[in-house]
């Protein structure tokens, strides 16, 4: 099929990814949750708007609307254990300022329209009553540079874990390797620092849809679940927020930038939209820019459908949320709620009581009818 975008045509789809679509939740294994161990078995958890950047639509949905732009809220989640007030962070965000990305990076985000956070992360948690020194470890979903933060700013007893394989995706880091997406310091191996890779010796249980998780706490209140697709090591959390009855949050890393990706309209179970697709050139780190063809924002495309039906399986049950670690609908909610946009940090674990799940699928800021030929190319 031809189309009027130019580098779909010019560009072979050696990777097969112009046909492919995200699998049926029907086909998937499900595990019903088990509950609650004890009351305390929850964690509460509060969302922190880092920072926000804009980029063109097609990278994340398929559409013939090129110019078509989209300001992502880029946030960072803190989880406090109700029982025992242990605390973890999930993902960092965006570095404070340009130049304290590795230069590939910095060429790659120079143009695009980014409003920075204004301070360290340690600065932004001491601001709400947190003190980094509490942060036991810093868990990232993945180590593109909008996720990577700056482990460097927080005390060297906060461990940081990452994902499989992460450090063979992305080390040698800036400068042991001067086109480098990340920084040596960004995983820093070896060093004072206890730093955490996931691998086949991890103690993996089934969690729901997810046939890889690890029960973090022990009890069942954060699963770490293995979402590989959309980069090496990728990775996302499900969060038990409530017991009493039970209820959960999947936060769900780059799983999806746009949920009609992994779930439609209201009533409707099928998703719509496919990815968008880039030439390779484009791409987000030296190795991504060899592979060559048409890539997607997600490494492994049929991988990173796969886990989009995961995470639609797992919402499909009344008691999961997702939260998407660039969401517009909760960001749609919360400024309408906060009166603006000049907000930070938001509990978001009573989501149950203020029945957020109907509130995102009415608050859609996609929808089919709204996207250019979104099932034509
Ligand atoms: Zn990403
Ligand atoms: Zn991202």
């Not at 990777?15 to 998937?28: A, E, Q």
């Not at 939209?273 to 987000?284: D, E, T, V």
């Amino acid at each position: 099929m031809t189309t009027n975008i130019k580098y779909l045509d010019e560009f072979e789809d050696k990777h097969n990814y112009r046909s492919i679509r995200v699998p049926d939740t029907k086909t998937l294994e499900f595990e019903p949750l088990k509950p609650a161990p004890n009351n305390d078995a929850y964690c509460k958890v509060s969302m922190v708007k880092n920072s926000d950047l804009t980029m063109g639509l097609s990278l994340f949905v398929r559409t013939s609307d090129t110019d078509a732009q989209l300001t992502l809220p880029v946030y960072t989640f803190v989880l406090e254990h109700a029982g025992n007030g242990r605390r973890v962070a999930f993902d960092l965000g965006l570095k404070p300022k340009l130049e304290d990305f590795s230069p590939f990076i910095q060429t790659i985000i120079k143009d695009t329209p980014i409003t920075w956070p204004r301070g360290t992360l340690p600065e932004i948690f001491a601001d709400h009553g947190i003190d980094a020194k509490t942060i036991e470890a810093v868990i990232l979903s993945h180590v593109h540079f909008d996720h990577i933060g700056d482990i460097g700013q927080f005390p060297t007893s906060t461990k940081l874990i990452v994902g499989p394989n992460t450090a063979k995706a992305a080390l040698p880091g800036y400068p042991s390797y001067k086109d480098s997406a990340v920084l040596d310091s960004d995983l820093p191996f070896g060093s004072e620092r206890e730093v955490e890779e996931l691998n086949d010796k991890s103690p993996w249980v089934r969690c729901g849809a997810f046939p890889e998780a690890i029960d973090y706490f022990g009890d069942g209140s954060l699963y770490i679940l293995n979402a590989y697709g959309h980069m090496v090591g990728h990775i996302a959390a499900l969060v038990r927020t409530s017991t009493n009855p039970d209820s959960y949050m999947l936060l769900a890393g780059d799983s999806a930038h746009v949920r009609g990706l992994y779930s439609c309209c209201v009533g409707c179970a099928h998703p719509s939209f496919r990815a968008g697709l880039y030439p390779a050139a484009h791409g987000l780190s030296p190795a991504e820019q060899k592979r060559g063809g048409l890539l997607a924002i997600h490494y492994d495309l049929p991988a990173a459908y796969l886990n989009m039906a995961r995470m639609g399986r797992m919402e499909e049950e009344d008691n999961v949320c997702v939260i998407l670690a660039h969401d517009l609908e909760w960001k749609k909610i919360i400024d309408r709620e906060q009166g603006g946009e000049d907000w930070e940090w938001v509990q978001v674990g009573d989501w149950m009581a203020k029945n957020r799940k109907a509130e995102v699928k009415r608050e859609l800021v996609y929808k089919p009818d709204g996207v250019k030929d979104y099932d034509k190319i």
